[in-house]
């Protein structure tokens, strides 16, 4: 994971890892071999993996079959320790665990990568239009596309400033 609004995860996949299992035990969950394994994969990722390529990264464990996998990304997605990324029905670990939020994701149609943005102001007006109509949001992905810094400095195509 990188990118300067991720600046609240763990940069290193084993504290990153005792970070999720604390979560885990602290928001009423278990954090199997199987759940590990998945986030793992997830935090390896270069970028948004689908179900199906998590389940043929997970070499010769036995409990990893198609509805396993589903059922582990399903609690990650219920702990807060990853997002789905709708538009291409994969997911992502989520930048921001250790606290609640709506994400907003940037997915960068050149690389693939999706960095995970603050956008906290956003989406507190957001909030509020949506309890103005009555509406109870349980809750928010953002999804925005285009080109991030990295690639729009390699092809020179933007004047973004690249990321730390």
Known sequence: ????????APDRLDESLREAEALCLERGGKLTPLRRKVLTLLLRSPGPAKAYDLLGQ????????????????????????????????????????????????????????????????????????????????????IEARGVCARCSAKSGTGSAKRRS
Request: aromatic share 6%.
């Open 58 to 141: 997970m070499g010769d464990d036995k409990a990893a079959k198609p509805p396993s996998v589903y059922r582990s990304l399903d609690f990650l997605l219920e702990m807060g320790l990853a997002h789905r990324v709708e538009s291409l029905n994969a997911f992502v670990p989520c930048g921001h665990w250790g606290h609640g939020h709506a994400a907003v994701l940037l997915i960068c149609e050149t690389c693939g990568v999706a960095d995970e943005l603050h956008a906290d102001e956003p989406v507190s007006i957001l909030k509020a239009q949506v309890q103005e109509a009555g509406f109870s949001m349980r809750e928010v992905v």
């Open 1 to 8: 994971m990188s990118g300067a609004h991720l600046a609240c």
